[in-house]
């Protein structure tokens, strides 16, 4: 008898959840099924999955073969690294405790990561539901530190620009004296006009 670990699906439609069960392969998608592991819920934002790692484990050395998405869904939740683990106990690579421990430590970042997960979701829907409502989001104000060699690179900046406004300043000068010479020249042309 092949045994199968998959995805038996209910809910209604377009709104479907699954159970992940153990099954014989031979039994309907819905049907029959042998033990019950844990739920899916791919419509929830991160998608819900609760397992029982023990029972999955437990099923995967007795032989059972994961579908595809059953087989991601153990990866997941770290059943299939489990295995990977007692396999090197069983080789002697490592003590039970030494992969206990590392699978411990294994688990609690993945928790720690899905919690921040969870979180940051939730930061979004509130910042949504406040967008709607009207009320204006609070903005944080970030403080920019300038590195002193900005600070440096600006002030000679600064100096280049300074001596650029004195530049313009001495140009109006010249100008001015521009204009006197024109006068002299066109009182010139119009003494011409009168002698002729």
């Known amino acids: 008898m092949s045994v199968k670990m998959r995805l038996q699906r209910k809910g209604r439609k377009k ?17 029959r099924f042998i033990e019950k592991l844990g739920v899916y819920n791919p419509m929830t934002v991160p998608a819900t999955i609760e397992l029982d790692r023990e029972k999955a484990y437990d099923w995967l ?3 059972a073969q994961p579908t595809d998405t059953v087989r991601a869904i153990l990866r997941f939740k770290g059943v299939l690294y489990k295995k990977h683990l007692m396999r090197g ?3 002697g690579a490592m003590s039970i405790e030494e992969a206990e421990a590392k699978f411990a430590e294994w688990v609690g970042a993945k928790d720690a990561k899905i919690e921040a997960r969870k979180a940051k979701v939730a930061e979004e829907q509130a910042a949504y539901h406040a967008m709607i409502s009207g009320t204006p989001p609070v903005i944080k104000e970030e403080v920019v530190e300038i590195p002193p060699v ?3 690179e600006d002030s000679a900046a600064e100096e280049v620009e300074a001596a650029a406004e004195e530049a313009t300043a001495e140009a109006p000068a010249e100008e001015e004296a521009a204009p006197a010479v024109e006068e002299t ?6 003494e011409e006009k009168e002698d002729a």
């Open 15 to 31: 709104r479907p959840f699954y159970h992940i069960v153990v099954a014989d392969a031979r039994a309907p998608r819905d049907g």
């Open 61 to 63: 050395t007795k032989g």
């Open 89 to 91: 106990v069983k080789k």
């Open 150 to 152: 900005e600070i440096a």
């Open 185 to 190: 020249t066109e009182e010139s042309t119009e």
